[in-house]
């Protein structure tokens, strides 16, 4: 199954930067996504990484704020941009082969960024 | 729109005791159903999923969970609990047609004591 490296693991950031979230998974993989996690509340997609086009976002997400990359298949990076204090969450990428519903192999995850906005 | 609901927000259990971690959903026409474990700092983790076939579902470290199509719900069990088995569950489903982005519950924090 696919392993995941999300790096930073963690970070405190001064309002008004920005981060890179980088996502690298060790195998090819057709579909990625990117996910927020808040205390207390459910995984919220935020966006589908294309390979070589451009991200799918959410309702309520949009790509000035969070500009995804995909360059290939095995890697992916979200920005986070002009952060405030309620950009304070966990930011977790993801992946599977396929179609979720019909892929032999589950929905992997990475470990996840834990971001802190001053 | 599909939904999952997780009423719980906490389950205590003592070690060695059955557990339960409820989960009901919404979805059109025919659910693939999902349960992923997260331990604290790490990402989610598969456990097991239902697709078709038996009600029952055996998954990874034990745990199972039976779905229901008239009460629409895919409870997860294990028949005794273990302190390791502390953390947080989540429940996702996604419809058989249409979009393939799948729904996650809130979560469930599951405390195991010894």
């Known amino acids: 199954s696919a392993v995941i490296s999300q790096k930073p693991s963690r970070d405190i950031c001064q309002r008004g930067t920005s981060l890179t979230i980088q996502c690298q998974v060790d195998?090819?993989?057709?579909?990625m996504f990117w996910y927020r996690q808040q205390p207390g509340q459910s995984l919220t997609l935020i966006a589908t990484?294309?390979?070589?086009?451009?991200?799918?976002?959410e309702s309520g997400f949009v790509i000035d704020k969070f500009p995804i990359s995909r360059p290939n298949l095995t890697f992916s990076t979200l920005t986070v941009s002009n952060m405030s204090p309620e950009d304070s969450s966990i930011y977790l990428c993801?992946?599977?082969?396929?179609?979720?519903?019909?892929?032999?192999?589950?929905?992997?995850f990475g470990d996840g960024t834990r971001l802190s906005i001053l | 729109a599909q939904s999952v609901a997780q009423p719980e927000d906490q389950v205590n259990v003592a070690e060695g005791n059955p557990l339960t971690v409820k989960c009901t959903y919404s979805?059109?026409?025919?659910?693939?159903l999902f349960w992923y474990v997260q331990y604290p700092n790490r990402g989610l983790q598969f456990l097991l999923k239902?697709?078709?076939?038996?009600?029952l579902v055996k998954g990874s470290y034990g745990f199972e969970a039976e779905f229901n199509k008239s009460q629409t719900s895919f409870h997860l069990k294990k028949p005794s609990a273990l302190v390791s088995d502390s953390a947080l569950y989540f429940c996702?489903?996604?419809?058989?047609?249409?979009?393939?982005?799948?729904?996650f519950g809130r979560g469930t924090s599951l405390i195991v004591h010894p």
């Open positions: 993801s992946a599977v082969d396929g179609d979720i519903r019909h892929s032999n192999q589950p929905q992997h």
């Open positions: 195998s090819q993989v057709t579909m």
């Open positions: 990484a294309n390979q070589g086009s451009e991200a799918t976002y």
């Open positions: 979805v059109s026409g025919n659910p693939y």
């Open positions: 239902y697709i078709t076939g038996d009600n």
């Open positions: 996702a489903a996604i419809a058989s047609g249409g979009s393939y982005i799948p729904t």
